[in-house]
């Protein structure tokens, strides 16, 4: 399994570079508009940004590296205010290390891939941090109201022409099309509060599953006393040690 997330990562880099458009029209207005907004933001190194037709949504990736990929299709779709919002959603990822979970959670679930437990997690962390993020940029200075940020949300989806391309360590603001209903409710509905909780039991189920993998005793190594006399105990050796233990409307409607 670990073997098939480097190859589908090998297969979708060179994807992003055959596909690339780097003399967009739009392209250097959207460099500008990106280098403004990490000024804006307190973000000391800007990423790089790609107009690519590998991706179909905004999406980032690369956490050693970060790089904004946007799909050629819905660049000329949208206006300056609403890029601004998708890219305010990219940054929000930067800014909590989504990229770098996103690698974690994939080498987890390649280990765990038969429990049903462990996709769970990893689906609930991933829809929660979309949750979070959009938050993060309803909060910020200067953004215009929650229905404009789900009206760009739903142009977008309009403009994708396929499913997202599923690789490790890509979070974007399509991220997960089948919540997308639940985050333009909770967009409209937008009050400022959050649940943390739920990333909370979806990181501990996460978390013991791994411990559970790590410290899981080697089946067949078990004795019982019960096998053995008091008069014929055996001396304890180091391979026998038991070691186990230690608008409105429009928005509503559309939604």
Request: hydrophobic residues 45%; proline residues 6%.
């Amino acid at each position: 399994m670990l073997t098939m997330l480097a190859l589908g990562w090998l297969r979708f880099q060179s994807r992003i570079a055959r596909y690339e458009r780097r003399r967009h029209p739009r392209k250097q207005d959207l460099d500008a508009m990106l280098a403004a907004l990490c000024v804006e933001q307190g973000i000391a190194r800007a990423p790089g940004l790609v107009v690519t037709d590998a991706v179909d949504g905004p999406t980032l990736t690369e956490w050693w590296r970060p790089r904004i990929l946007l799909p050629g299709s819905a660049v000329e779709g949208l206006s300056d205010a609403q890029w601004r919002m998708v890219m305010l959603h990219e940054l929000g990822h930067l800014r909590r290390r989504d990229v770098l979970v996103s690698w974690l959670l994939g080498v987890l679930q390649a280990v765990h891939w038969f429990n049903p437990v462990v996709w769970w997690a990893f689906r609930r962390i991933r829809v929660e941090a979309e949750r979070a993020t959009d938050e993060w940029v309803l909060r910020r200075r200067g953004m215009s109201s929650p229905v404009d940020y789900g009206e760009t949300l739903i142009r977008l989806l309009e403009s994708a022409p396929c499913g997202r391309y599923a690789v490790p360590g890509l979070v974007g603001v399509l991220e997960s099309r089948f919540s997308l209903r639940s985050r333009l409710v909770a967009i409209r509905r937008y009050r400022g509060a959050s649940r943390p909780w739920v990333v909370a039991v979806a990181v501990l189920v996460l978390l013991g599953m791994g411990v559970a993998g790590l410290t899981q005793p080697p089946a067949g190594k078990k004795k019982t006393m019960d096998s053995t006399s008091p008069m014929e105990k055996p001396e304890p050796t180091a391979a026998g040690l038991d070691l186990g233990g230690a608008s409105q409307v429009q928005l509503a409607v559309k939604v």
